[in-house]
């Protein structure tokens, strides 16, 4: 089982879970990206996650494919959601499970470090005072696109 | 000549007032050139020095060529997770 996704609704980890769940595996690993009510010191109230859906998919695509060659294989996957998000709520959902734990937790973290440098989401933080801001990664990559060959 | 649509996303579509742009586009343009060209528009002082473009739909370098029909996208510094 892989499978990718950008969503405009709720993520469920047990869904995740149940997806990658199988009587082959030895170990289940799952990473959730939750909104957080500080950043920096400032009180936040929510976060807007917008796209370039069709890029992002692509691209989600690609991070699995090389998780999958990197970690043996593993059951895996990844769904991040867009939209208006309350503190508390998921903004990414990665599972993957495998025969031993090694790989499956070595493919989540290599997932969620390669979604926070590459993937075209942007977040727009909304704070208590109502004001908002667009914020970057501190991992945002102005080598992005230092994953693909030089072109010739 | 041609024009391609420049696409905007989140802080970039605010700079430039809209989700797209339509640049110029000469044969053998390579995407340094559109930028060249996007940078001379005045809402374009506020762009990075080297902010990053997609080309269909993956990340492209300054040497990447740009033809018409390409679908190029500005992609401001991400915040994806």
Known sequence: MIRSAIVDRPISAAALIAEVSATGSGAISLFLGTVRDTNEGRPVSGLDYSAYIAMAEAELARILGEASERFDAPSLVVEHRVGSLALGEVSVGIAASHAHRSPALGAVGYMIEEIKKRLPIWKMERYSDGTQEWVENAQARADAGVTLPPSQ | ?81
């Open chain 2, 1 to 81: 000549m041609s024009v391609v649509t420049v696409r905007l996303f989140a802080s970039y579509a605010e700079l430039f007032g809209g989700p797209t742009l339509d640049i110029p586009l000469e044969n053998g343009d390579t995407v340094g050139d559109l930028l060249e060209k996007v940078r001379t528009l005045p809402a374009a002082s506020q762009l990075p020095r080297d902010p990053l473009v997609a080309v269909n739909r993956t990340f492209a370098t300054a040497d990447s060529p740009v033809t018409p029909g390409d679908e190029v996208a500005l992609i401001p510094p991400v915040a994806g997770g």
